[in-house]
Every structure is written in structure tokens, then in C-alpha cells.
């Protein structure tokens, strides 16, 4: 990774752009580095990292009336436009007002991770009121707003975390904490209409033996077993997080409300990002980790 100057872009038909005052680091920030990642390939390059941005709207096409110049916005960009810079454009439905009670820094933390957990929980899990899920890893980015989603929705919450974590998820409100390091989750837990797996490998394997006949086992790294599934009659999927605007603005009213809090375990400049990037292979990390970019 290096920086560079480049041209300050100019927003296409709905399109804005913004003045970008800090940005998420995600995993898959690296997995597009490392070349694991097939939207992004070597043609692609050089290429800008970063898919969750917070600040102002700079300029937007003549056919957006939907933000004015000055409005402080989040967004989750698609894999075209890299939000490790001081202006990046967005498709007008990938952005929505900036959540009044968070700082930029905070605004950032939230895009990626926040969909990602909502897609999963709601969009393939089907995660209704009064039903149980198991979320594994609770305490990272997306664990910790899968847990404090699922609890807005009424929803009974088991998470597997670090002894250390413990505290920190009963805080965001899980019912039931289960350290994945000396206790089996699968002695433990009763049987769960959903599995949100954030783990894979053998976590994810000894996930189906917790998930109730005509539930669903939902992940976001590996395809679970479809045969077993079948077996068992349990719907199972992996799948990618989607820009969507108006899932933005759902977590924003939850935070102003007090519903949803948003961890940011740390912060780095923006010529720091490897040191960013590095921060994440911590497995205790507790939220998110977000470059500062302006501001």
C-alpha cells in the first residue's frame, strides 16, 4: 500500500461525492490486497481500499436531490470506489444521513459491518421476534451489532466469545455468553432457530448439531454443508453484504434511540493503514477499527 495523489473525482448521474472524514477497516480491506478477494483482481490496479465511509456530501449530480452540499452522510460503497481517500464518490442509495449522536469516527465504524449483520440476520436468516440465534465471535465488528440487532427485534441471544469478552457482550445485551476456548457451545446451548456463524471451520460444523429442525445455519465465510443440511432440514447459506441505503438510515434512527451503541476499538491516520490493517488479525479485538482521514 502506498499513498498517493490522485484527481478529485466528479459525481455521475446519481452520484455524490464526499468529502470523506474517516473510513472502516474491514477484513476484507485485506483479503483485496492479498488478491483473495475475485471482485478484485490484478487489472483492477492500482486500487483504493475501503468500502465504509462517514462525511460531508462535497458535490452530487444535477439529477440527486436527496442530500444537499454540507449534509454529513455514512455509507457503504460498492467494491468500485475506495473509501481510503478525502473524496470518494457514492451511488445516492448506498448513503444516508449521518447518525446525530455519533462523531465521524463512530459514523465510519458502522456501514459494512452493521449490513452485514442485519443482512444476516434478518435478510437470509429470517430472524423473526421472540426466536433464538446463536452468534459466533459476539464481540467483533459485525458480532457486535448482530447481538444488539437481534435484541432490537426481540430476539433471545447466545454468543460465543473470549473469557476476556464476556462482560463486554452481556453489556450489549446477549443473553447467554459461551467461551469458545474451554466450553463446548453445543453442550450448552439449546436448540436455536438460527446459527449467524462469523467464524467458520469447525465452529461452523458443530453448529448444526444447535440448530432446530426448519432453522437456518447462515455464514459469511464458507458454504455450510448443503447434504447435512438437508438432513437435518435446516436452510443454510453464505452470503456478501450489499450496499443499501435505507438499512443505513434503519441503524441511525436504532443509535439515536439509545437501541444500538457503536464500538470503535481504535483509531489510526490515514498513513498508518497497515498498522490498521494489522490491528484486525487481533483476535480479542472488541468493534471496529477506523482511519481517521480529515476533519
Do not use: C
Request: zero cysteines.
Amino acid at each position: 500500500m502506498a499513498l498517493e495523489e490522485i484527481d478529485r473525482p466528479n459525481p455521475s448521474a446519481n452520484e455524490v461525492l464526499i468529502k470523506v472524514f474517516a473510513a472502516s477497516v474491514n477484513p476484507v480491506d485485506a483479503k483485496m490486497r492479498e488478491g483473495k478477494y475475485p471482485v478484485v483482481t490484478e487489472k483492477n490496479l492500482p486500487y483504493v481500499l475501503g468500502r465504509d465511509v462517514s462525511g460531508q456530501i462535497a458535490a452530487a449530480a444535477d439529477n440527486v436531490s436527496t442530500f444537499l452540499i454540507g449534509d454529513d452522510v455514512f455509507a457503504f460503497l460498492s467494491p468500485e470506489h475506495g473509501g481510503y481517500e478525502e473524496f470518494v464518490l457514492a451511488r445516492v442509495d448506498e448513503v444516508a444521513a449521518k447518525p446525530k449522536s455519533l462523531d465521524q469516527v463512530g459514523a465510519a465504524a458502522v456501514p459494512l459491518a452493521g449490513i452485514t449483520a442485519w443482512q444476516g440476520l434478518f435478510d437470509h436468516g429470517g430472524l423473526r421476534q421472540g426466536q433464538r440465534v446463536l452468534i459466533h465471535g459476539g464481540a467483533g465488528g459485525v458480532g457486535h451489532f448482530a447481538i444488539q440487532f437481534a435484541k432490537a427485534k426481540g430476539a433471545w441471544v447466545a454468543t460465543t466469545v473470549s473469557t476476556s469478552d464476556k462482560e463486554f457482550v452481556s453489556d450489549l445485551g446477549a443473553d447467554q455468553m459461551i467461551d469458545y476456548k474451554s466450553e463446548k457451545f453445543k453442550d450448552l446451548v439449546e436448540p436455536v432457530n438460527l446459527v449467524f456463524d462469523l467464524i467458520g471451520g469447525e465452529t461452523q460444523h458443530r453448529s448444526f448439531s444447535v440448530v432446530k429442525s426448519g432453522g437456518a445455519l447462515i455464514s459469511t465465510l464458507q458454504e455450510p454443508d448443503k447434504a447435512r443440511a438437508a438432513d437435518q432440514n435446516i436452510r443454510v447459506g453464505r452470503y456478501t453484504a450489499q450496499p443499501n441505503g435505507a438499512q443505513l438510515q434503519k441503524f441511525a434512527d436504532l443509535i439515536d434511540d439509545g437501541k444500538v451503541k457503536v464500538v470503535v476499538a481504535d483509531t489510526f491516520e490515514l498513513h498508518e493503514v497497515a498498522e490498521a490493517q494489522a490491528a484486525l488479525k487481533d483476535q480479542n479485538l472488541r468493534g471496529k477499527v477506523v482511519l481517521k482521514i480529515a476533519g
